[in-house]
């Protein structure tokens, strides 16, 4: 890149931070997954310069990561328009998606934002498992009044990560470097499954005002049908190994 642009009127990356309430980390997290370009100016290793067009997009992207619930390759999708994975008009029907379906999803109730510092000695957590949780976009804090925070889901889910220690799943026994990312890419798939089969099952179909509201009832249905499914495919899992040894123990 050349060392000709004015760097006067570009942004480091904690500017970014900054304007947008994403973090630093966050924002890498963005980049690495194509949702944001490469830096406007690269000036070594470790530093940056990003044009003021990159606050839009990141505010665009929080939006529709945080507050629509949208997968990654979707949302890169509404901002490329690529009309391979979504059409403009099952766009049109996933942004109406709005108000009581996020409040009454995202936020966990009587769960008061918390630091970083404040997370990691409420659930005794790892510093290199949080910045991996955070790097793999299973955590996303946000940055207010230039302080970053972690609330609404991102703290139940520190609490379960917490319980798991606790019940003896320690880093040790099963590394989150290895078991995450399985969990990440079955629940990418399903959400955008789901997604698929939901926008183009209502679009033109049911009017506008309905949509939300059975998105609503939808998504809090189908947590229930995962959640029984899971177990039962647990179960058949469990049998078919049980199977398996038996035939193995018996020569057959």
């Known amino acids: 890149m050349s060392e000709s642009i004015d760097k006067r009127n570009l942004l480091k990356i904690s500017d970014l931070a900054r304007d947008t309430g994403v973090s630093t980390a966050t924002i890498k997290f963005y980049i690495r997954e194509g949702l944001l370009p490469k830096p406007t100016l690269k000036t070594g290793r470790n530093m940056a310069y990003y044009g003021r067009g990159f606050v839009e997009r990141i505010r665009v992207i929080k939006e529709l990561q945080q507050k629509r619930f949208l997968p990654l390759d979707v949302i890169r999708a509404i901002l490329d328009r690529d009309s391979s ?3 403009e008009r099952e766009i049109d029907t996933l942004l109406s998606v709005e108000g009581t379906f996020y409040e009454a999803i995202h936020f966990a109730p009587g769960r008061e934002p918390m630091t970083r510092k404040e997370a990691i000695e409420k659930y005794n957590l790892d510093l290199k498992e949080l910045q991996f949780s ?4 299973m955590l996303t804090p ?7 925070t972690f609330e609404g ?9 917490c319980k798991l220690k ?3 799943f320690s880093s040790e026994l099963i590394p989150i470097e290895t078991t995450m990312p399985i969990y990440l890419e079955a629940m990418d798939k399903l959400a955008q499954a789901e997604l698929k089969i939901f926008t183009r099952a209502v679009t033109g179909k049911v009017d506008d005002g309905e949509v ?25 899992a469990i049998q078919e190994l049980r199977r398996n040894n038996e035939s193995t123990g018996t020569g057959e």
């Open 212 to 236: 939300a509201q059975m998105a609503l009832e939808g998504v809090k249905l189908i947590e229930d049908f995962i959640v029984l499914l899971r177990r039962k495919r647990m179960l058949k």
């Open 134 to 137: 955070i790097d793999q976009g």
């Open 166 to 168: 606790e019940a003896g």
């Open 153 to 161: 889901d991102d703290l139940a889910m520190l609490e379960v990560f």
């Open 142 to 148: 946000v940055v207010r009044s230039g302080v970053e």
């Open 85 to 87: 994975v979504i059409s």
